[in-house]
């Protein structure tokens, strides 16, 4: 029974053979015909084509994996029929795991380690954005080759290691931002020294200590609120906030702990006889100082991510969410008609459909785009009237749905399709 659907076509999808079964489901690799791509197809088993719960199971685990971005695991579609449902989903299997690459390869330099880092963290924030926490954020679920990250796990239940779990997560099964970036930092930690522990003496840098200290913090509230704060933390010193001379009297014993405490350092610093126990004294003291700086400075950061994401909100609850749509090639269309039709970047477009600067574009292949929604014609209703409610001009809809006469192609019951917004 496993076997019985190797040799089938879906839409532009050849499946070449099962993989395995999990619990309800039915796991196949198949090849893209047009663009020589690997893909798994998930699939109800065919015990279960009956088993409502286990349709909406593969129907959330779409909706994690719906935010694009190149370091997540790609969704290239879910598709229903009478009879099924079909995830299909970019192809990792038998990749090296961060883990893996670390216990065969040692430790990352601060160089290499900063460079991989930021990718995880770029991910994290674009689904933190769509509203989507890592359920098992650890090296066993991060894939690493040839420098490039894909972090695996967020649609479905992954390995946990509690070596890397917040004590929130672990005593009670609290999963949020702060908790992501607890694992964040720990993952930091494991690439730099192979542990999770970060050190009282240490030769790591300032910077990358004081911020691996801040993300570990056991209160969830004394760390980092999001990636980008941590981000901002690892790449140019976040300074303190200037002081105006007309409020110079008022941080005077401010400035004057500071002054000392930069003197108490120096002097520590030059009468440290080069060991490992008092230079570690040294290091301790001189980054305690600057996380509290950072903390500090950070607050104001905090603030303008607030506004900026309020803002986003009420824009996102304001205009209806993103649908895809499959637009079909026509003989001699190119990548940037497509693109201007539905009002996305080429860069978007490309990456929505794991295209590269070598893959070919043909006629009638089925490419995924994003739209705004589709909007089904009143009786009376026309064009105008259609655009001003999505807030897009009446062109936009025309091009879009390839009218060429309104008062044949818009009529009541069509369907047309609203591009998003510029």
Do not use: W
């Not at 796990?153 to 004590?167: E, I, L, T, V, Y």
Request: aromatic share 8%.
């Amino acid at each position: 029974m496993t076997a019985q659907l190797i040799g089938e076509r879906l839409l532009n999808y050849e499946i070449k053979s099962f993989l395995r079964s999990e619990s309800f489901y039915d796991i196949y690799l198949a090849e893209h015909l047009l663009f020589d791509r690997k893909v798994l197809i998930q699939t109800l088993n065919s015990a279960f084509l009956q088993n409502t719960e286990a349709k909406e199971n593969l129907r959330r685990k779409a909706q994690n994996l719906r935010f694009a971005h190149p370091q997540g695991v790609l969704l290239y579609d879910l598709i229903e029929t009478p009879e099924n449902i079909y995830l299909i989903q970019e192809y990792l299997e038998n990749k090296p795991t961060l883990e893996q690459y670390i216990i065969q390869n040692g430790t990352l330099t601060e160089e290499k380690m900063l460079r991989i880092f930021r990718q995880i963290l770029d991910s994290l924030a674009s689904a933190h954005q769509s509203g989507i926490i890592h359920p098992a954020l650890n090296p066993k679920n991060i894939i690493l080759e040839d420098n490039q990250v894909k972090i695996l796990g967020f649609d479905a239940p992954a390995p946990q290691d509690k070596n890397f779990q917040s004590p929130e997560e672990l005593q009670k099964g609290n999963l949020s931002i702060e908790s992501n970036i607890f694992s964040l930092g720990k993952i930091a930690c494991f690439m730099l020294l192979g542990t999770t522990q970060l050190p009282k003496k240490h030769t790591i840098h300032p910077k990358i200590y004081e911020t691996i200290a801040i993300a570990t913090e056991k209160n969830p509230k004394a760390r980092f609120h999001s990636c980008t704060e941590l981000a901002a933390a690892l790449s140019e010193e976040v300074s303190v906030e200037e002081i105006e001379v007309k409020h110079a009297f008022t941080h005077l014993p401010l400035m004057i702990l500071g002054v000392l405490l930069s003197l108490l350092a120096f002097m520590l610093y030059s009468i440290a006889d080069e060991t490992d126990e008092k230079s570690s004294l040294v290091y301790n003291l001189y980054d305690q100082v600057r996380i509290q700086k950072i903390r500090d400075s950070l607050r104001k950061v905090r603030k303008r991510e607030f506004v900026r994401d309020s803002i986003r909100i009420a824009q996102n609850k304001a205009e209806n969410l993103q649908k895809i749509h499959i637009h079909k090639v026509k003989q001699g269309e190119s990548l940037k008609e497509i693109a201007e039709k539905y009002n996305m970047s080429i860069a978007h477009l490309k990456q929505l459909n794991g295209f590269t600067d070598k893959t070919p574009l043909r006629a009638d292949a089925g490419l995924r785009v994003v739209i705004r929604n589709y909007h089904k014609v009143l009786d009376k209703e026309e064009l105008e009237q259609i655009a001003q409610k999505y807030g897009i001009s009446k062109f936009e809809i025309i091009r879009a749905n390839d009218i060429e006469d309104e008062r044949k192609d818009v009529y009541p019951g069509a369907d047309l399709i609203i591009p998003i917004k510029k």
